[in-house]
């Protein structure tokens, strides 16, 4: 296909870029899988730790609470790989489509 051809046919496909921030923020459209602020199942949590030590950032630190052993995940180091979802023998970690994660303080980019 020549380079004219396509830039032609580009000219008509319909947009596919988004004016964020700008207009409605529930608007911006999101592939499926999307991997945004994560969301745990604590209840299905076994805490046995190959998250924290399959992590390829350190974002995962396991704390021990009163139901024993569970992940602590901290997005201001998270690259959003899926790496700690694909290790997770009890399918118990997924993603949220939340992307807007900026804060001034790192206590808050902390998912429990
Ligand atoms: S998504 Fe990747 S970087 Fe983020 S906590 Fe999971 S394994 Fe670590
Ligand atoms: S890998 Fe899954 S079950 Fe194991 S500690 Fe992490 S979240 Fe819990």
């Not at 700008?22 to 999101?30: D, H, Y």
């Not at 604590?42 to 730790?49: H, K, L, N, P």
């Amino acid at each position: 296909m020549s380079i004219i051809w396509e830039a032609y046919r580009q000219l008509f496909r319909p947009k596919s870029t988004e004016k964020y921030p700008f207009g409605n923020r529930e608007e911006v459209s999101l592939p499926d899988g999307f991997r945004g602020k994560m969301i745990l199942n604590r209840e299905s949590c076994i805490g046995c730790t190959l998250c924290e030590k399959d992590c390829p950032s350190g974002a995962i630190v396991i704390i021990v609470d009163a139901k024993g052993k569970r992940p602590t995940f901290f997005l201001d180091r998270c690259m959003f790989c899926g790496q700690c979802q694909e290790s997770c023998p009890k399918k118990c970690i997924s993603y949220s489509k939340e992307f807007e994660n900026a804060a001034y303080d790192r206590k808050s980019l902390e998912v429990r």
